[in-house]
């Protein structure tokens, strides 16, 4: 996963004050630098500050999930010949691997890593690393035979069963994310990827990151009589979500 925003300092100082993330800068030219997070040694995602262009161009800070594939050529390839669109071809990142920007037929975007040096996130399922994601939404059936073509996943009802309700995503036998009803978009929200981070106490990690200067935008909320999640925009409006599972 990997954060674009307009303050790089500041985002740095937020993720670590909040996850405990530590963050390692490489120059990338132009008094520019690429950061690398990282959770006890292992990679949690990453960030770069974004450029003229792209502010004037509209797009607002975001986090970008990164699926991996074994051929990321392929993959851009086949998501062309399910309806998707190629936001940047398939380039090399020096030696750490090879990457590629799509646009679902919905409209929500992603990226494709064929690893070579990098493999990826270090944690997963842990504290304070990615555990899951949503795909918001407003034509399912559309996202599902996309996502389904291009990478197998299939999709069946959450707990109560009810086909209209929230849709888990499975990656072979790995639940690795959902698709939630299309009403709960907002007005004017776009498609997109929702990146959570997991917790180990949503609430009190929801006070804190306020603390820190985010936004609540989903108060905590108990799932499935259980589960608990809320979302929050960074101090530069990098829409995560925070979920502690059941234990």
Known sequence: MELATTDQSAAKRF???????????SPMGAGTFYTMFALGGRPTGAAFTMSAQERSAGIPPHWQLYIAVPDADAAVRRAVELGGKVVHAALDV?????MAVIEDPTGAIFS????????GLGVYGENGGLCWADLQTRDREKAKKFYGGLFGWKFSPGKDKNPNGYQHIRNGQEYIGGLPEPRTMPAGVPPHWLAYIQSPDCDAQTVRARELGASILVQPTTVEGQLRFSVLADPQWAVFALFTPVR
């Open 15 to 25: 993720y670590g004050n909040l996850f405990g993330w530590t963050a390692k800068d």
């Open 112 to 119: 494709v890593w064929q690893a070579r040096d990098h493999q």
């Open 94 to 98: 020096v030696t750490a691997g090879r």
